[in-house]
């Protein structure tokens, strides 16, 4: 037993005396190492041949859009404040630019797109006019980025992985994300502009995030499953339109689409066609829902939507539902506090059919859309209380359009009437799209006979 302490002690001295030796010339250890290290790392670095290189087909692909329209209008009124009534403006034709982009595409890398887009919209546009949208955009117009994002094709052998990141809109309401190109009516369903508004705040319906999405087909592409999941950040309502204030919540966004039949799409993108020109048998059914938790305007806001695209040959039927609420709070004097949870929707149903006459492609057309909002005096002031629409509108379209070559070239002819029923709000109140006009006000809006000609180059 005492041999063996006597040899462990010794073992004992012999590392101690060890480690002091590299304590004592550990500086020079440490210099060694790191040249060495260095060495290896500058070597490495000197024969890294493993950067990512951009296709050899790489190209910047440029594009213009515009829709010159020209629209007459009927009956529109203008609510005087003084006289307590609504007057007849007079009748008058106006030219404008509804919508026109400029922008380009590009395939920066393999897998990896990147898309820009700009907008000098509505120039020209007379506000007494019985078209939507907002003021004139002058004489000199201004430019907005209108879209901007990357998307990454994350499956390298099939659609099923995408990621897109930047300002689009979120993947929820088929009209809301379907190109005002893509669409059979002369103007899109105002159905859309509900539903952004109540998403992130405002008309044009975008927000900076990031979205999920893939597309499965089975193997003869009869049936197939598209889906997208985002996360979105709104910052319309404090600071100037750059914060959501002191109570943050992000924006969740779902939507799936079972396709019966020939699909939409073999690749996955976020941009949706109505009219395949006859080459397209197939159904598709959609399925939307999108959440927000507390912020300056309420308590939660959430919506859920049904949508569906019938292609049949050369009948092309379209639809969507939108069920919107938002909870929220308003105090009604005397320590009440009166909670609540705000209900509206909106939707539109289209339907086209395509003619083939002598050397022209024709698609008649017909669309409907309608709002509903309370119309009592509590819902109402509820749904002032949480910046929502109330009352009723609806929309009707009827026309015909002639497809030179798809939709990158098209002439249209409609005519739009519009009604709309204030509730208990009464006169003057801006309640709803048919009673309100940026730059204008309380107005009642007219309809109006529309020739336009979209282009896409």
Do not use: C
């Amino acid at each position: 037993m005492g041999d063996f302490s006597l040899g462990f002690n010794g073992q004992l001295e012999q590392l101690s005396v060890f480690f002091e030796s590299i304590a004592m010339y550990k500086k020079t250890f440490f210099l060694l190492f790191s040249l060495f290290f260095f060495h290896n790392i500058l070597s490495a670095q000197k024969d890294f041949d493993y950067w990512l290189k951009p296709p050899e087909d790489f190209k910047i692909q440029p594009f213009l859009m515009a829709q010159l329209w020209s629209s007459y209008t009927f009956g529109e009124e203008v609510f005087n404040e003084e006289a307590d009534i609504y007057e007849q403006v007079d009748n008058r034709a106006n030219v404008m630019f509804r919508r026109a982009r400029l922008g380009f595409k590009m395939d920066a890398y393999k897998n990896l797109k990147f898309t820009l887009v700009g907008a000098y919209d509505l120039i020209g546009r007379d506000v007494l006019s019985g078209t939507v949208g907002g003021t004139n955009n002058g004489s000199l117009p201004e430019f907005d980025i209108w879209d901007a994002f990357l998307q990454w094709k994350i499956s390298r052998n099939n659609e099923t992985l995408n990621l897109v990141g930047g300002y689009f809109r979120p993947q929820m309401s088929r009209e809301s994300i379907t190109s005002g190109w893509s669409v059979n009516s002369m103007e899109k369903s105002m159905s859309q502009n509900y539903i952004r508004r109540h998403l992130v705040g405002y008309g044009p319906g975008r927000a900076l995030g990031l979205n999920l999405g893939g597309l499965w087909l089975s193997e003869n592409q009869d049936f197939g499953l598209n889906y997208n999941f985002g996360v979105f950040n709104p910052v319309y309502t404090a600071n100037g339109g750059n914060s959501q204030g002191s109570k943050f919540a992000p924006l969740l966004v779902g939507r799936v689409v079972l396709n019966i039949g020939d699909s939409e799409m073999l690749e996955y993108k976020i941009g949706y066609d109505i009219n395949y020109y006859g080459q397209r048998r197939g159904l598709s059914l959609g399925l939307s829902g999108s959440w927000q938790g507390e912020t300056v305007l309420f308590e939660s806001s959430y919506a859920t939507e049904m949508d569906f695209l019938l292609n049949l040959g050369h009948l092309n039927f379209d639809g969507e539902w939108n069920l919107m609420w938002r909870q929220g709070q308003r105090d009604l004097g005397n320590d009440v506090i009166r909670e609540f949870a705000y209900a509206s929707n909106a939707g539109h149903l289209r339907m086209g059919y395509n003619m083939v006459v002598g050397k022209m492609f024709l698609e008649p057309t017909f669309m409907i859309m309608q709002f509903n909002g309370g119309k009592e005096a509590l819902e109402q002031a509820d749904a002032k209380a949480v910046s929502s629409f109330s009352g009723s509108e609806a929309t009707y379209d009827l026309g015909v359009n002639w497809y030179l070559n798809k939709k990158r070239l098209k002439l249209m002819l409609h005519y739009t009437w519009r009604e709309g029923d204030a509730g208990d709000a009464g006169d003057g109140a801006t309640v709803n799209q048919f009673f309100s006009q940026s730059g204008v006000g309380a107005i009642h809006r007219g309809d109006w006979l529309g020739l336009g000609m979209n282009i896409i180059i």
